[in-house]
């Protein structure tokens, strides 16, 4: 590992994986830290690719000696494999990083795979507090009872494990951005934290008409769009399926959009679906299947006139339901979980069951005869401004750094 500073640091910024929404999330947590004029030194520790990325959203701004940051590249390495396995090699980059810098404070941008070392007892020689992001909360999951004995015991693994993690005395805070799990994460002991969901949903200046020309949708039509990496996780096959249930009239006022890359195992099934559909009913259906840059994203959620979120055994919320909130898009979605929570609660849309495409199309419907229906553009609005990367940034910051009353 190659470093550009040896002196001490205040606080490390760990993320030892790139790709995703990584890069973005450590840029919110710079951006802040900047703006604030803090005095104390930050290292961002990551693998090579992260730090390119986050050059490329901000150049230079992980090496700012006027800031007092810098970087530190870690080798790379997959963030796929056994718990044990990721759990130790992150353990050793870990060790490596504060034995190097004596910070005083770790944020842990994964703290997921370092759930087995904490729970474990292992300690550091240095007086070090790690805090983190734990993305995979389910701790609160009720379903957990109907399922299989193989599911239960690995929930009952999982509370074990937090158990463990809240006895290490090594451990901070530990931060979600589900708010639905974090009253189980207290109740096993850990110091949990909700914090929202960063997405910078900025207005660009195509229209709906620019978006409508560019994807040859037929006038007349309300235009339902389900975007992102399309795979069977977002619900592709049940949406597929409900629109198998229309009737020849309501086909005829839709179009659909699959605007992202679809996954290779879905692409099959994907392709064999939309070429029955467009032999078999009225719908128009267009298909994008190629990365949507994220300066367009916004203008296609503002163009659409339902934003399609059909998630199945989905845990957590998704950046589109803030993003079709900020464009005055309703959305049908999930009805599980803290999606489903969210589109209640702030009137955001329809949350139905993914998992029926009976569902799905019933949700369908109602959009046809209802615009808004489920839909209240003030009150989902209100709610996007509470999901920034200022939001984000703060409610982290400010907990590591907290004010003095």
């Known amino acids: 590992m190659e470093g550009s500073n040896n002196s001490a ?22 951006n802040a830290w900047k703006s604030a004029g803090r005095e104390e030194r930050i290292v961002l ?7 390119r990325d986050l050059d490329a959203l901000s150049p230079g701004i992980a090496n700012d000696p006027t800031n007092r940051l810098s970087s530190f590249e870690l080798p790379e390495h997959s ?29 842990a941008m994964y703290l997921d795979h370092l759930q087995l070392a904490l729970a474990l007892g292992n300690r550091f020689k240095q007086n070090v507090t790690i805090s983190g992001i734990l993305f995979r909360a389910s701790i609160h999951d009720k379903t957990i009872s109907a399922n299989s004995l193989r599911e239960k015991v690995v929930h009952g693994g999982k509370a074990v494990l937090l158990r463990g993690m809240a006895m290490n005395d090594d451990l901070g805070f530990v931060f979600s951005l589900n708010p639905l799990a974090v009253p189980s994460l207290r109740k096993l002991g850990l110091n949990a934290v909700s914090i929202p969901d960063p997405v910078d949903a900025t ?13 040859d949708i037929e006038p007349e039509r309300k235009l339902f769009l389900l975007f992102g990496v399309l795979d069977r996780r977002k619900g592709i096959y049940q949406l597929l399926d409900s629109l198998k249930l229309l009737t020849p009239a309501e086909s005829k006022s ?31 259906l267009v298909v ?37 909130a900020a464009a005055g898009t309703p959305v049908l979605s999930t009805d599980s979980d803290l999606m489903g929570s969210n589109v209640k609660d702030y009137s955001l849309g329809l949350a139905v069951d993914a998992s029926r ?19 209240v553009e003030d009150t989902a609005r209100k709610w996007a401004l509470t999901q920034t990367p200022a939001a984000f940034a703060q409610a982290i910051l400010g907990n590591l750094y907290p004010q003095p009353n």
């Open 79 to 107: 963030h796929h494999g056994s718990t044990l396995q990721l759990s130790i090699t992150n353990w050793q980059l870990l060790k490596q990083v504060i034995a190097r810098f004596q910070p005083i404070q770790v944020f």
């Open 357 to 375: 495409p009976a569902e799905i199309a019933r949700g369908v419907r109602r959009f046809l005869s209802d615009s808004s229906a489920g839909f």
């Open 288 to 324: 994008h299947d190629a990365r949507i840059p994220v300066g367009d994203v916004q203008s296609i959620i503002g163009a659409a006139d339902v934003v399609l979120a059909p998630y199945v055994g989905h845990m957590g919320s998704s950046a589109v339901l803030v993003r079709a």
């Open 203 to 215: 207005e660009t200046g195509a229209t709906k008409e620019d978006v409508r020309k560019a994807f």
């Open 45 to 51: 520790a990551g693998p090579g690719v992260l730090l």
């Open 254 to 284: 839709i179009a659909v959009l699959f605007a992202g890359p679809i996954s290779d195992a879905a692409k099959p099934v994907v392709r064999e679906n939309v070429a029955f559909l467009r032999e078999n009913s009225e719908l128009q």
């Open 9 to 30: 640091a205040d606080l490390v910024i760990f993320e030892p994986y790139s790709g995703g929404h990584r890069a973005e999330y450590v840029l919110h947590l710079l």
